[in-house]
């Protein structure tokens, strides 16, 4: 049986602990909800739940179509066991649509359509509230060298291009979201963290309604119901 250990880290939305094995360690997500770099603070009830479950399942879809993830096995309603690996400290943003921050840089109607996913890098630096990196500052402070760039390009696109497929057969689009990857013991890049309505921009196909952390940031209304919407249209019928 394995042994939850010691508390690693607490973050703004889930907390990590040591296992008995190194090379494992288990996620336990919280209903703290935070905004605009931690600026604006909240709960979400029920959040914690939402999240774990239905992260889980897209990286179990991820994982059939080919691409690692540090995913394991959920052990309850809010832990899951992953493979415990060094974040890459890049926030990979992919985008279908334009939104949130690159609407509003850019003078973009939000919900404009690109003509193909777009790739983003952010520092990963709460201190410097994750700044938009080129592929140059990337290359040139050392954060991740050419091939470890491709290789996280290619990861993104392929993880945007499955769940993207997935999610219009439940009548919703996938407009924007964040990836983070990590390396494994043995040196694998492989996709970490979370993909939820905290990361990502979810939007009903018929009514464009957000189901997603934006009604929490917007101060919207139903936060809880759109989380729990999402949830329903996820697990509702079969994966794939
Ligand atoms: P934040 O640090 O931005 O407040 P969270 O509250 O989600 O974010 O905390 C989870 C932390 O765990 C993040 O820093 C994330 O990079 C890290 N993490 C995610 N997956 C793994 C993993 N498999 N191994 C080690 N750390 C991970
Ligand atoms: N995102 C995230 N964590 C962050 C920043 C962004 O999960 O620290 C997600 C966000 O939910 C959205 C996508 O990344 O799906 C693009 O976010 P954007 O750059 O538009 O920033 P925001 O408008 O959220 O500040």
Redesign the pocket.
């Known amino acids: 049986m394995l042994q939850k250990g010691e508390q690693l ?8 602990y040591a296992t008995d094995d190194a090379n494992l ?1 288990i ?1 336990d997500y ?1 209903d703290d909800a ?1 905004a605009f770099n931690g600026e604006k603070k909240g709960t979400i009830v029920g959040k914690g739940v939402v999240n774990n479950r239905m992260s889980n399942l897209f990286f179990e879809l991820i994982e059939q179509n080919g691409i690692p993830t ?1 995913y394991v096995k959920t052990l309850s309603d809010r832990e899951t066991l ?6 890459i400290p890049l926030e990979v943003v992919v985008r279908n649509l334009a939104a949130g921050s690159m609407a509003k840089r850019l003078g973009l109607t939000e919900g404009m359509d690109l003509p193909r996913p777009l790739v983003e890098f952010y520092y ?1 630096d ?1 201190a410097l509230g994750d700044p938009l990196v080129t592929d140059d500052h990337v290359d040139v402070l050392g954060i991740a060298d050419a091939p470890t760039r491709e290789t996280l390009r290619r990861m993104a696109l392929g993880v945007n291009d499955v769940v993207k497929r997935f999610l219009i057969t439940r009548n919703v689009i996938l407009v924007d979201f964040k990836l ?1 990857f ?1 390396r494994t013991a043995d040196g694998q890049i ?1 996709l ?3 993909i939820s309505p905290d990361t990502c921009r979810f939007w009903d196909a018929t009514t464009k309604e957000k189901l997603d952390k934006d009604r929490f940031r917007r101060d919207l209304g139903n936060v809880e119901e759109a989380y729990a919407e999402m949830m329903k249209r996820v697990t509702g019928g079969t994966l794939q």
């Open positions: 880290y607490e973050g703004k939305a889930k907390k990590v360690v996620v919280k935070t540090h992953v493979k415990k690996v060094t974040i990963k709460d983070e990590g492989v970490a963290d979370e």
